[in-house]
């Protein structure tokens, strides 16, 4: 009969014992925060955010779909992709866009595994645009789909692109 009283009376002043202890825990905690000398150790000990070297920042979709980054350097640029009728309206979309290039710096052919051409890739620097940066641009073709990155930079475009092919 002892032990039926006991047990829940144990069980009780534990549980009052567990939520008095998180009650003082978290008094103490905001006590030692607030305190400056020690909050400016704890901004001292704190890692810095990790920022990823390349965030989405917009998707927009149809016809195609473009998708914008923003580089850990405050640089925007974006990648963009759309699939034509045939791999011939590709190719000639993209002959659309080697016009207005000021320099095609590479020009190669995208081969499948077995070694057919199944597309080009083109590397180019385009003339300023409307805020009077020039940009670069990477352009393929792969059948009947045509995809870019286009960037302010070569370096950028490249350095992006190289990440997408690790994935």
């Given amino acids: 009969m002892q032990r039926r009283i006991a047990y829940p009376i144990i069980a009780v002043i534990t549980f009052s014992l567990g939520v ?52 850990s350097d405050d640089e925007a640029f974006s990648e963009s992709g759309n699939q034509y009728p045939s791999p ?29 051409k199944i597309g080009e890739r083109v590397v180019a620097i385009f003339p300023p645009n409307d805020k009077g940066v020039k940009w670069a641009a990477i352009i393929w073709t792969d059948k009947s789909f045509l995809r870019s990155i286009e960037a302010p930079s070569l370096q950028l475009a490249l350095e992006f692109e190289s990440t997408k092919q690790n994935q």
Avoid at 22 to 31: D, E, G, N, P, T
Avoid at 37 to 59: G, Q
């Fill in 88 to 116: 011939a309206k590709a190719t000639q979309e993209l002959q659309k866009w080697l016009q207005e290039a000021e320099h095609i710096v590479e020009r190669t052919p995208r081969l499948d595994t077995k070694g057919k």
């Fill in 20 to 71: 008095g202890l998180i009650h003082l825990c978290a008094f103490v905690q905001s006590k030692l925060i607030e305190s400056s000398e020690l909050h400016e150790h704890f901004i001292l000990l704190a890692p810095p955010p990790v920022r990823p070297r390349f965030a989405p920042t917009f998707r927009a979709c149809k016809p195609g779909w473009v998708q914008g980054y923003v580089s």
